[in-house]
């Protein structure tokens, strides 16, 4: 039976995850409908669709395997559900961390102006961005699955073995997670360094003119003011992201707290639900669109 405090915040990681569904829902509809009416596929448009749809995916995979451990855990404590549950894991949160870390480096090699060789090069060949990070996906996986495949089987193994030890499985557990997320760590350390490029882009631009005499609230910084406030807001979700994921579990292996492990889970949600909300309002066409759905129901 659950208390009213774990009650309320699975109402919350329920109205969260709807929130995040429509919302990312509505950037992929957007970008398909705009893709297939000017009947050309941009990188913008691919990315945001491929984001929005990893997103949907990633929310529901937070929500189904939340709520088996809350009331099933058996399901897990027999091996059944861990080798799908870890592989769907491992391509969804990669999948989305990767069309994150695509947008990132678009804003980078759109709006920033640095003179380094890698930079130019890489910004002549913007359209090559995408493939490129998959790319670097595919070989992160190279590295993670074997590890993971490793992982599982001692995990069963453990399982039968009734010497198995409490210390021995929290390790294993904790471990797991880490090679689990190898793929987003390497690419979330990839949107830091664009998030930090894009600051030193704009404080070098905003001191050039200065020294000119010609102000600092032009167009251009206007665009880096706005593509860093998306970059630094998505930094802060998935902050929040990684820390409800270590609460996740530390109240498996700590104190198995159904309340602690609720909390986790809602403060895990927030960075796939929450960020697509400040992307439409980041975006001009899609706050427009946005706007157009709103006007009816204020009418």
Same mark, same amino acid.
């Given at each position: 039976?659950?208390?009213?405090?774990?009650?309320?915040?699975?109402?919350?990681?329920?109205?969260?995850?709807?929130?995040?569904?429509?919302?990312?829902?509505?950037?992929?509809?957007?970008?398909?409908? *705009?893709?297939?009416?000017?009947?050309? !596929?941009?990188? #913008?448009?691919?990315?945001?669709?491929?984001?929005?749809?990893?997103?949907?995916?990633?929310? &529901?995979? =937070?929500?189904? *395997?939340? !709520?088996?451990?809350?009331?099933?855990?058996?399901?897990?404590?027999?091996?059944?559900?861990?080798?799908?549950?870890?592989?769907? &894991?491992?391509? +969804? @949160?990669?999948?989305?961390?990767? !069309?994150?870390?695509?947008?990132?480096?678009?804003?980078?090699?759109?709006?920033?102006?640095?003179?380094?060789?890698?930079?130019?090069?890489?910004?002549?060949?913007?359209?090559?961005?995408?493939? $490129?990070?998959?790319?670097?996906?595919?070989?992160? &996986? $190279?590295?993670?699955?074997? $590890?993971?495949?490793?992982?599982?089987? *001692?995990?069963?193994?453990? #399982?039968?073995?009734?010497? &198995? %030890? $409490?210390?021995?499985?929290?390790?294993?557990?904790?471990?797991?997670? +880490?090679?689990?997320?190898?793929?987003? #760590?390497?690419?979330?350390?990839?949107?830091?360094?664009?998030?930090?490029?894009?600051?030193?882009?704009?404080?070098?631009?905003?001191?050039?003119?200065?020294?000119?005499?010609?102000?600092?609230? *032009?167009?251009?910084?206007?665009?880096?003011?706005?593509?860093?406030?998306?970059? #630094? @807001?998505?930094?802060?979700?998935? +902050?929040?992201?990684?820390?409800?994921?270590? =609460?996740?579990?530390? @109240?498996? @292996?700590?104190?198995?707290?159904?309340?602690?492990?609720?909390?986790?889970?809602? %403060?895990?949600?927030?960075?796939?639900?929450?960020?697509? !909300?400040?992307? +439409?309002?980041?975006?001009?066409?899609?706050?427009?669109?946005?706007?157009?759905?709103?006007?009816?129901?204020?009418?």
């Amino acid at each position: 039976m659950l208390s009213i405090a774990e009650g309320l915040l699975i109402f919350i990681v329920l109205g969260e995850s709807i929130l995040g569904v429509l919302g990312n829902g509505f950037i992929g509809l957007v970008n398909c409908i *705009d893709c297939v009416k000017n009947k050309n !596929f941009s990188v #913008i448009g691919l990315i945001l669709i491929g984001l929005a749809t990893s997103r949907i995916f990633l929310i &529901w995979i =937070i929500i189904i *395997d939340g !709520f088996v451990k809350l009331f099933s855990p058996h399901l897990y404590s027999s091996g059944i559900l861990t080798e799908p549950f870890t592989y769907a &894991w491992i391509i +969804i @949160s990669n999948l989305s961390i990767l !069309f994150a870390s695509s947008l990132s480096m678009f804003y980078l090699l759109k709006i920033a102006n640095f003179s380094h060789h890698i930079f130019l090069w890489l910004k002549y060949r913007i359209n090559r961005v995408l493939p $490129l990070l998959m790319g670097l996906m595919f070989v992160s &996986w $190279l590295v993670t699955f074997p $590890l993971i495949v490793k992982a599982i089987n *001692d995990y069963k193994t453990g #399982i039968r073995n009734t010497t &198995w %030890t $409490l210390i021995a499985s929290e390790f294993e557990y904790v471990t797991n997670h +880490i090679l689990l997320n190898l793929g987003v #760590i390497f690419f979330s350390t990839l949107c830091l360094i664009s998030c930090l490029l894009l600051i030193i882009s704009l404080w070098r631009h905003n001191r050039q003119m200065q020294s000119s005499g010609l102000g600092v609230r *032009d167009s251009s910084t206007e665009a880096h003011v706005k593509a860093m406030k998306v970059l #630094i @807001s998505f930094l802060i979700l998935l +902050i929040l992201h990684v820390i409800g994921i270590a =609460i996740e579990i530390s @109240s498996f @292996s700590v104190s198995e707290s159904k309340l602690l492990f609720i909390f986790g889970m809602a %403060t895990t949600i927030t960075y796939p639900c929450g960020h697509s !909300f400040l992307l +439409i309002l980041g975006n001009s066409k899609l706050k427009q669109a946005f706007l157009k759905v709103l006007r009816p129901l204020n009418s």
